[in-house]
């Protein structure tokens, strides 16, 4: 095993396993850590899990001083902690629990799908002897992962924890495997009993999923086996609810195809590095961009439903992106997302139009430009992705080919002006407020930020360039009372 591993990670096993070994505790490596090294996964942060017979928080704690790491127990009751070390830029989480049994393989027995179920006791790392001979794999994980197969490892896995129903997918796509024919039948007969998992457990997983190339493909599978009703009750309003002639597909419908559209785009500019870079940007915790914007997808017409109404014998969905923003915001507080996570989503679905309305006219102007990229702010790339997915999934009989390669030229091309402007230095107030109360003795009032607001468009577009300039302006804009 020791030429899998890089220097800073043998060494760290190593002083865990002397610490053990003068405490007479036999500590066993478990579960994913295992299986990646098998795969020869390379992750950039490291997660090891090991098992003890008793005593596993006790024996955490004193390690955690030993090797001056962070501690947290995670479950007292199971016997469960974690302890998070950093050694050069990169963070190991270790967590260590009791056996869930007498024996390991009692403990094994509980655990979710046989990939995971394997044990190697840690001394065993340092030993001359083939891995082979050295694995404890009492229920054919290495068998399952040769033959690339998600299975069970007992019928009572979906009864211990609901959570594996949606971890059987989350692995299915992070590896490709299968998810087999018994597995699959338990998981539609307990499918119910994921609304007894915590939101935050599900948000993770579904991230996973969100955050593949190919997520359209297990999004559709959990739509399927309807355990995305299950988690997501709110998107079945969106069912069978018919648009108008631009759109082939119903609204639910529409939403998976712009999902599946945008894995597509992504996928076409896999080369673009400053896209990849963007999409790759972590937002919150392990959160990447590339899995919230696809949150987005799934959320960027949920407002339809409720929006539609039938105007001179069409279908209108008018102001369908204000409503959607309600259901947004539920939904990120049901998976408890960060307040930054809340502010792109929010983004995306209120200003999802805006890209085809730019597209609408034959030249884009600069202060419509600049208006854009100042209400879009960072998600201005998210909302252009979004909107040529979004483009590309309505194929109704008005919609044409020469409207949509319009469309994504226009769009594609303010994406590049996004990353141009980013390089661009920032620009700085010409006039700011205490100039305003100064030169006009005004009072703080909500027209200074009007007139701030003006000013900086103007100055952006290049249509003023000094401070005597700007005052000029300001002085007009307060003439007429604030309006343009």
Not at 20 to 26: G, M, S, T
Not at 278 to 302: P, T
Not at 385 to 391: F, G, H, N, T, V
Request: contains cysteine; proline residues 2%; aromatic residues 8%.
């Amino acid at each position: 095993m020791a030429p899998s591993l890089d220097k800073e990670e043998l060494n760290l096993l190593k002083i865990i396993f002397n610490f053990a070994k003068k405490r007479k505790v036999k500590l066993y490596l478990v579960g994913g850590y295992l299986r990646d090294l098998i795969l020869k996964r390379e992750k950039e942060n490291l997660d090891i899990d090991f098992s003890l017979k008793k005593g596993a928080i006790s024996f955490g704690c004193k390690l955690a001083k030993e090797i001056k790491a962070g501690f947290v127990v995670l479950d007292k009751e199971r016997g469960c902690c974690r302890l998070v070390k950093m050694i050069n830029d990169k963070t190991y989480t270790l967590d260590f629990i009791d056996f869930r049994g007498g024996t390991l393989e009692q403990d094994l027995l509980g655990r979710d799908f046989t990939i995971n179920a394997l044990g190697l006791e840690l001394g065993a790392v340092f030993h001359d002897k083939p891995l082979g001979d050295l694995f404890i794999d009492p229920y054919h994980g290495r068998r399952d992962l040769k033959s690339e197969v998600i299975r069970m490892v007992s019928g009572r896995a979906f009864d211990d924890d609901p959570l594996r129903i949606l971890r059987a997918f989350s692995l299915s796509s992070i590896f490709g495997f299968k998810i087999d024919k018994e597995t699959l039948r338990q998981i539609k007969t307990k499918r119910e009993k994921l609304s007894q998992a915590s939101y935050e457990r599900i948000r993770d997983e579904l991230f996973k999923i969100l955050d593949r190339p190919n997520s359209f493909e297990y999004i559709a599978q959990l739509d399927k086996l309807k355990i995305l009703k299950i988690i997501f009750p709110d998107f079945e309003i969106m069912r069978r609810v018919r648009q108008g002639p631009y759109h082939h597909l119903d609204v639910w419908e529409h939403t998976l195809e712009t999902l599946r559209q945008l894995d597509i785009l992504i996928q076409e500019l896999k080369n673009y590095k400053e896209i990849q870079d963007y999409l790759n940007e972590v937002i919150s915790s392990d959160r990447r961009r590339r899995a919230l914007i696809k949150l987005g997808a799934l959320l960027h017409d949920i407002g339809k439903p409720r929006a539609k109404r039938r105007v001179g014998g069409k279908t209108k969905f008018h102001g369908h992106e204000k409503i959607g923003l309600q259901f947004t915001r539920n939904i990120a507080k049901l998976l408890k997302l960060s307040n930054d996570e809340l502010n792109s989503l929010e983004k995306m679905v209120f200003l999802h139009l805006r890209p085809g309305y730019l597209a609408d006219n034959e030249e884009i102007t600069p202060r419509a430009k600049f208006r854009y990229f100042r209400d879009a702010q960072k998600e201005a790339v998210s909302i252009l992705l979004l909107s040529i997915a979004d483009q590309r999934a309505t194929r109704g009989r008005l919609t044409s080919r020469t409207t949509r390669a319009h469309h994504e030229q226009i769009a594609l091309g303010l994406v590049k002006e996004y990353f141009r402007k980013q390089k661009e230095k920032k620009l700085v107030r010409l006039v700011n407020g205490d100039d305003l109360i100064k030169e006009f003795n005004l009072k703080p009032s909500p027209l200074i930020g009007k007139i701030l607001q003006e000013l900086e468009e103007l100055q952006a577009i290049g249509k003023i360039e000094t401070k005597t300039q700007g005052l000029k302006v300001a002085k007009k804009f307060i003439k007429v009372g604030g309006k343009r």
